[in-house]
């Protein structure tokens, strides 16, 4: 395997009120092509901030982190665009928009990148059938459960086979069994697609998941 992704000594700092917070405390991560990592802590330890460090999503205070040959601080257009095509996105709560079906929410994201609306609705149809939502295509989010909407957003994030999938609490809102089947259909997709894949969690279904597991507290591993 391969470095993918690397940070050194990285911190978040934030003020509250007089003090100073460190969110993210000095952190050394590494993830490589085709690995999964879990990363657990209770609400506050510091694992959404460094996913979204860790992404680009937010700056850092210090230290350095290097996607591949791009250090982050160097050229925030190229992480832009990176962002937009090498790495996917699954949250909480999942950011479907309302007024687009199933199939339109997920095809979306191929055609902010160019690519013609025909195909990308037809590449969302496929890996809509991965998830095995094939027969909720045209529905809108307001007729889908929660993990069917959760499957969705999955399949969203992973349309342009990114090579970095970052997930915070993706199971956050679901019941045990319906957690269970999230992960067996990301499993599988992640599996075909060879990508690498960082979960922030408490979800301990995960640990089954994950090739590296580690746990978070106070903005350290602990």
């Known amino acids: 395997m391969n470095k993918l992704l690397e940070a050194r000594e990285i911190s978040k700092v934030f003020?509250?009120?007089n003090k100073l917070?460190?969110?993210v405390n000095k952190i050394n991560f590494q993830i490589d092509t085709n690995e999964k990592i879990v990363i657990y802590g209770r609400s506050g330890s510091g694992k959404s901030t460094l996913l979204n460090l860790l992404s680009g999503l937010d700056t850092f205070s210090e230290?350095?982190?290097?996607?591949?040959?791009?250090?982050?601080?160097?050229?925030?257009?190229?992480?832009?665009f990176l962002r937009r095509k090498n790495m996917g996105f699954v949250y909480q709560f999942h950011h479907?928009?309302?007024?687009?079906?199933?199939?339109?929410?997920?095809?979306?994201?191929?055609?902010?990148?160019?690519?013609?609306?025909?195909?990308?609705l037809?590449?969302?149809?496929e890996i809509l059938e991965k998830f095995d939502l094939s027969d909720r295509l045209n529905h809108f989010p307001s007729q889908l459960s929660g993990g069917e909407k959760q499957r969705v957003a999955m399949a969203r994030s992973l349309i342009n086979k990114p090579e970095l999938i970052f997930l915070d609490e993706p199971t956050g809102?679901?019941?045990?069994s319906?957690?269970?089947?999230?992960?067996?259909f990301l499993n599988n997709i992640v599996e075909e697609y060879n990508s690498s894949v960082i979960v922030a969690t408490h979800d301990q279904e995960f640990r089954s998941f994950g090739d590296k597991i580690l746990t978070m507290d106070s903005g350290i591993f602990v």
């Open 15 to 17: 003020e509250e009120g």
């Open 21 to 23: 917070i460190k969110a």
């Open 63 to 80: 230290g350095q982190i290097i996607y591949k040959n791009l250090n982050y601080e160097n050229d925030h257009n190229k992480l832009t």
């Open 96 to 120: 479907l928009l309302k007024e687009f079906t199933a199939v339109e929410n997920v095809a979306l994201s191929a055609m902010i990148l160019g690519i013609d609306k025909h195909k990308s």
């Open 122 to 125: 037809s590449e969302a149809s």
């Open 173 to 176: 809102n679901l019941d045990k």
């Open 178 to 184: 319906t957690s269970k089947e999230v992960i067996r």
